[in-house]
């Protein structure tokens, strides 16, 4: 067959050849081939199936992901650090559960310790928390604050925050940094700098352990008479612990070096 032949794509792996006619023919004559292409040697951004390294085939695989494709990452990453930590969870297991090509993660996060600072972001706004937890006045605030980290711990977004981050917390040191700075640092903290009682931070540690030490009995080791109980009994307790830390008198005035206790023993 001779005439000029003209290439029709029709998919990314197949194309179509137009056989121009020669003289004396009817129509042209189209043929179907399958051709594979070269590998690519770019990704584009948004990350494309076909990367570098990677050959265009008749198989696909997963899809890069749709427009709420980060959303599906995040709530992944969310449940897996939960359940499994830090440390015993891959980016291929989070892009796997969220149904994404593992290179749509890194596009949007980078590395999985950046994917983790923004999986445990704190699931509401401090300022306008406080003001909520303050407008009624000192009185009540243990109680309040109890109810309130009760009722976060109650609901799963707020449970695999702080559970992801208390679990990453005790294998990695950036986690421990995160802890103190989420939890301390952006919560507990300026709530006792607004209440103008000395040794802020302090009352902020103090009241960090219980809750920590809480989220860690309940959720995570998961100690039965804990898991049981209610939220108004685990508030009705937690809530006076958490006032006294707060408002109670922290008076620091250590005894002479080396005086025996007061049992003499």
Do not use: N, W
């Not at 794509?9 to 023919?25: H, K």
């Not at 702080?162 to 917390?169: D, K, Q, S």
């Not at 006032?243 to 250590?254: E, M, N, V």
């Amino acid at each position: 067959m001779s005439g000029r032949a003209t290439l029709r794509p029709t998919t990314a792996e197949t194309i179509v050849i137009s056989e121009m006619p020669m003289t004396g023919m009817i129509r042209p004559v189209e043929l179907t081939a399958t051709v594979v292409f070269p590998r690519m040697m770019k990704c584009y951004s948004p990350p494309d199936e076909f990367c570098q390294g990677a050959p265009v085939s008749g198989r696909r695989g997963r899809r890069p992901g749709g427009s709420d494709a980060r959303g599906q990452i995040l709530e992944a990453a969310r449940r897996l650090f939960a359940e499994d930590g830090f440390a015993g969870t891959s980016l291929r297991q989070i892009a796997s559960a969220a149904g994404v090509d593992v290179r749509l993660v890194s596009h949007y996060f980078g590395s999985k310790g950046d994917l983790f600072v923004a999986a445990v972001e704190l699931p509401f706004d401090p300022g306008s928390t406080f003001d909520r937890l303050l407008a009624p006045g000192p009185t009540g605030l243990g109680g309040r604050l109890a109810g309130f980290v009760l009722d976060l711990l109650d609901s799963p977004s707020g449970r695999q925050v702080v559970t992801g981050m208390l679990r990453a917390a005790a294998s990695e040191d950036q986690a421990a940094a995160l802890v103190r700075d989420r939890l301390v640092g952006q919560l507990l903290l300026p709530l006792a700098q607004r209440l103008g009682t000395d040794h802020a931070e302090l009352r902020a540690s103090l009241m960090g352990s219980q809750i920590a030490g809480l989220v860690l009995a309940r959720h995570i080791v998961g100690l039965p008479a804990l898991v049981e109980a209610d939220r108004d009994t685990l508030a009705g307790l937690l809530g006076p612990v958490l006032a006294h830390y707060l408002t109670a008198d922290l008076s620091l005035s250590p005894g002479p070096a080396g005086a025996a206790p007061p049992d003499g023993s």
